[in-house]
């Protein structure tokens, strides 16, 4: 029966702190001036909160004050590895920390997911869904545009007809294989964006800012080119998140909330340094067919991204920087060979297009 150095006990009768030795024979044996005051049954033994540096014990068949406080860290150490129920704690942590270490895990696996394995299954996802179900999707971003800016279509007649020719320079330039929309949309933000499946809206706003024909068809053509590389649907795919990809593996894409966070980050968020020097490589080569200057849509941008005019993605976009993007334009620019897009008249009514 060994014994190990001297601790406090309180009997739990009185008040009286005794200075004990604690034996360990066939239980925890509470010694007093050498004479045995109590035992504890290990199996008995539970901890009670204690200071730093103090383990303080109790026994389920003593009273119920009665305390044990031990500071000799050896001592400590037994006792621990003797009484189950006080290895329980050291279990209790190792548990904890598991759950930890697995709630981290789980965190670094939804981060992973969401940052690296939803972008790159949507680059895949995108260059195999059929135009038809393409379509589709953009139908249901467009109600979306509709609710959020209440049907408020530009459509005063000279400039729609302006508008339209317009379109129609660039379509037959642009050389696109799939039918497109483009639609001038009555707000005061500039900005453009493209839906999948076709549609392009250019906001009043966008207008008021530009100041010749040659601007807006850049912007057009660049929007054509997201169109082209399937930008929209890629990132509708992206931001729609998890839910969205399940959506769109069995076909139900038009109902639920994804569409339309999807819906709302497509008109106000900005795609890929990638995306948008594609987009604005295309708006050049489509330029460059027309025989017009590629830096209007340069300009437009710097002119648009000052701090007082109010931002808006796409074409404002700071992916690449917009002076990076004008320094592009003008170096891929060449001398004006081909006829106005529209004459003065014409850009004059499609400047009033909204009015």
């Not at 697995?102 to 690296?116: H, T, V």
């Not at 049907?151 to 642009?174: H, M, N, Y």
């Not at 039918?179 to 500039?190: G, I, K, M, R, Y």
Request: hydrophobic share 45%; glycine share 8%.
């Amino acid at each position: 029966m060994a014994e190990q150095g001297e601790t406090v006990y309180f009997d739990g009768v009185s008040n009286r702190k005794h200075k004990v030795v604690i034996r360990f024979g066939p239980a925890l044996e509470i010694v007093i001036d050498g004479a045995l005051a109590a035992t504890w049954p290990y199996g008995e033994v539970r901890r009670v909160d204690s200071g730093p540096g103090t383990l303080r014990l109790m026994c389920v068949a003593a009273p119920s004050l009665a305390r044990i406080e031990i500071h000799d860290d050896a001592l400590k150490h037994e006792v621990e590895s003797r009484c189950p129920a006080l290895q329980v704690r050291d279990d209790n942590k190792r548990q904890t920390l598991r759950i930890v270490l697995y709630s981290a895990a789980a965190i670094a696996s939804f981060a992973g997911l969401l940052f690296y394995g939803i972008p790159l299954f949507a680059e895949r996802l995108a260059t195999v869904v059929p135009y038809s179900l393409e379509r589709r999707l953009g139908e249901a971003v467009d109600k979306q545009v509709h609710l959020m800016f209440g049907d408020k279509l530009c459509t005063e007649p000279a400039g729609r007809a302006a508008f339209a020719r317009l379109v129609e320079r660039l379509q037959s330039a642009a050389r696109l294989t799939e039918a497109f929309d483009v639609q001038v949309l009555q707000t005061a933000v500039p900005n453009a964006f493209a839906l999948p499946g076709g549609r392009v809206y250019v906001t009043g706003g966008l207008l008021a800012q530009a100041k010749n024909p040659d601007e807006i068809a850049g912007v057009i053509a660049h929007e054509l080119g997201h169109l082209h590389h399937r930008d929209s649907l890629r990132r509708l795919i992206q931001d729609g998140g998890t839910g969205f990809l399940v959506g769109i593996l069995f076909g139900d894409v038009l109902g639920g909330s994804a569409i339309i966070f999807a819906a709302r980050s497509l008109i106000s968020g900005s795609y890929s340094r990638d995306a948008e020097r594609g987009a604005d490589a295309f708006s050049i080569d489509v330029m460059h067919r027309l025989g017009r200057s590629t830096k209007p849509l340069g300009e437009l941008l710097v002119r648009i991204s000052r701090p007082e005019v109010e931002k808006t993605l796409s074409i404002l976009s700071s992916h690449p920087l917009t002076g990076e993007r004008l320094k592009t334009m003008e170096q891929a620019d060449q001398p004006v060979a081909g006829p106005e897009l529209i004459s003065a008249d014409e850009w004059a009514a499609l400047k009033a297009v909204c009015r």
